[in-house]
């Protein structure tokens, strides 16, 4: 159930409890009383209101990932670029840091005319 559909029926749930505090208040089906329907409609209010915190939470952390990610992207490549300039853009250690070598690249045309 969605939290809209969860405050909906506890709106429900008080509407019905200020109707019975009118007519009867001490009306009960078995273990279900007014005071019951009222605990039942404040947890679900409560979940819903941790739910919400929760959820403001989870979109503050998944920003401050993409932010990492975002900042250990650009190391990465500043750090491969490094490799390149340090060692050459043909070199056993530009492939190990990741890179296709000059040597072993290719056209798209070439690519193409092999297959």
């Given at each position: 159930?969605?939290?809209i559909?969860?405050l909906?029926?506890?709106?429900?749930?008080?509407?019905?409890?200020?109707?019975?505090?009118e007519?009867?208040?001490?009306?009960?089906a078995?273990?279900v009383?007014?005071?019951k329907?009222i605990e039942?409609s404040?947890a679900?209010?409560q979940s819903?209101?941790?739910i919400?915190?929760?959820n403001s939470?989870?979109?503050?952390q998944?920003?401050?990932?993409?932010?990492?990610d975002?900042a250990?992207?650009?190391?990465?490549i500043s750090m491969?670029?490094?490799?390149?300039t340090?060692?050459g853009a043909?070199?056993?250690?530009?492939?190990?840091?990741?890179r296709?070598?000059?040597s072993?690249?290719?056209?798209?045309?070439a690519r193409?005319a092999?297959?």
């Open positions: 159930m969605s939290n559909e969860s909906r029926l506890a709106d429900e749930c008080d509407t019905l409890v200020l109707l019975l505090q007519i009867n208040p001490t009306l009960n078995g273990k009383n007014v005071k329907l039942q404040t679900v209010r819903v209101l941790s919400n915190d929760m939470r989870l979109v503050s998944r920003a401050k990932r993409d932010d990492n975002a250990l992207q650009s190391s990465l491969r670029d490094m490799v390149r340090e060692y043909d070199s056993p250690e530009y492939e190990r840091a990741g296709t070598p000059l072993k690249r290719g056209r798209a045309s193409a092999k297959n």
